[in-house]
């Protein structure tokens, strides 16, 4: 499942084959994706120049010269494509249609973006840029991570009196937009905090010290992420997934990076989901 680096990678993968383009004819391929798609979508995409692709959590934000914006959600497993960049950022050659190539872009520069969702869990809607931040989907959500929002002060204040697991309190979208497991453990294991510790019983000093390391840890997550664009290895014009070593996250049984330490990383499950720490690192 792509999380914040890799959906910021997909935007900035994409940000040069549309930014300032017009889309000049959009193909809609079926009613729906997680949810129906807009009406009249393709026709509310057409002819409409792209004046830029904003980012919030892990949605990306095309907004069109109309005054609409296009909401992009990749889902579980939704991938976007680019292909015949007349920029020479990707070379790819237009491939030959997919059966789950759900929404194709054809911009006026040569350059085809194509939404690939074989699960359909992704999501597009079409919202007015206007009032975007008021979407469903939007309007639920906490300071963006890499934003002055997120501080130490708004950090400790949503902890303050938590019972439940600051692994849980990190995955709260409320509280930080578009942190996910496997970030949440990473920044959890540069800390020194335990997931299981309840959120409200870590010291401010604790709590304030882990903002920094979640912005380093998606940042350098990003950085790895721009790498594999320029690297271009997605020979077939695939953005956003690339390699990234982790300390702690799928690494159960493996042994802990903290020079010292003889512990392996332990996997215990948390609200259905798994989290990778060490017990010895870890209080
Ligand atoms: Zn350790």
Same mark, same amino acid.
């Given at each position: *499942?792509?999380?914040?680096? @890799?959906?910021?990678?997909?935007?900035?993968? +994409?940000?040069?084959?549309?930014e300032?383009?017009?889309?000049? /004819?959009?193909?809609?391929?079926?009613p729906?994706?997680?949810?129906?798609?807009p009406?009249?979508?393709? @026709?509310?995409?057409s002819?409409? /120049?792209?004046?830029?692709?904003?980012?919030?959590?892990?949605y990306i934000?095309?907004?069109?010269?109309?005054?609409e914006?296009?909401?992009?959600?990749?889902?579980?497993?939704?991938? *976007?494509?680019?292909?015949?960049?007349?920029?020479?950022?990707?070379?790819?050659?237009?491939?030959?249609?997919?059966?789950?190539?759900?929404?194709?872009?054809?911009?006026?520069?040569?350059?085809?973006?194509?939404?690939?969702?074989p699960?359909?869990?992704?999501?597009?809607?079409l919202?007015?840029?206007?009032?975007?931040?008021q979407h469903?989907?939007?309007?639920?959500?906490?300071?963006?991570p890499l934003?002055?929002?997120?501080? @130490?002060?708004?950090?400790?204040?949503?902890?303050?009196g938590?019972?439940?697991?600051?692994?849980s309190? +990190?995955l709260?979208?409320?509280?930080?937009?578009g942190?996910?497991?496997?970030?949440?453990?990473?920044?959890?294991?540069?800390a020194g905090?335990?997931?299981?510790?309840?959120?409200?019983?870590?010291?401010?000093?604790?709590?304030?010290?882990?903002?920094?390391?979640?912005?380093?840890? +998606?940042?350098?997550?990003?950085?790895?992420?721009?790498?594999?664009?320029?690297?271009?290895? /997605?020979?077939?014009?695939?953005?956003?997934?690339?390699?990234?070593?982790f300390?702690?996250?799928?690494? @159960?049984?493996?042994?802990c990076r903290?020079?010292?330490?003889?512990?392996?990383?332990?996997?215990?499950?948390q609200?259905?989901?798994?989290?990778?720490?060490?017990?010895?690192?870890?209080?």
């Amino acid at each position: *499942m792509p999380e914040l680096p @890799e959906v910021e990678t997909v935007r900035r993968g +994409l940000a040069p084959t549309m930014e300032g383009a017009v889309i000049a /004819q959009a193909d809609v391929n079926r009613p729906d994706l997680r949810w129906p798609f807009p009406v009249g979508m393709a @026709e509310r995409l057409s002819g409409q /120049q792209v004046l830029g692709l904003r980012r919030r959590s892990k949605y990306i934000l095309a907004d069109l010269a109309s005054g609409e914006t296009l909401l992009i959600h990749l889902g579980m497993s939704g991938r *976007m494509l680019v292909s015949g960049d007349p920029l020479g950022v990707f070379v790819h050659e237009h491939p030959a249609p997919e059966k789950h190539d759900h929404v194709v872009l054809h911009m006026d520069n040569g350059a085809r973006v194509t939404f690939n969702d074989p699960r359909r869990f992704g999501a597009m809607d079409l919202l007015e840029t206007a009032t975007a931040e008021q979407h469903k989907l939007l309007a639920v959500l906490g300071p963006e991570p890499l934003g002055n929002a997120f501080n @130490e002060d708004h950090l400790i204040a949503a902890f303050k009196g938590k019972n439940t697991p600051v692994k849980s309190a +990190l995955l709260d979208q409320r509280i930080v937009a578009g942190l996910g497991n496997i970030y949440v453990c990473e920044a959890l294991f540069r800390a020194g905090i335990s997931p299981t510790r309840k959120a409200g019983r870590i010291s401010k000093a604790r709590v304030a010290a882990l903002v920094p390391i979640i912005r380093d840890v +998606l940042a350098e997550a990003i950085e790895a992420g721009g790498s594999s664009l320029r690297d271009f290895r /997605q020979a077939d014009g695939e953005l956003g997934y690339f390699q990234h070593r982790f300390d702690v996250y799928g690494r @159960e049984g493996e042994p802990c990076r903290t020079p010292g330490c003889s512990q392996t990383v332990a996997r215990i499950v948390q609200s259905g989901r798994s989290s990778f720490y060490c017990r010895s690192c870890q209080s």
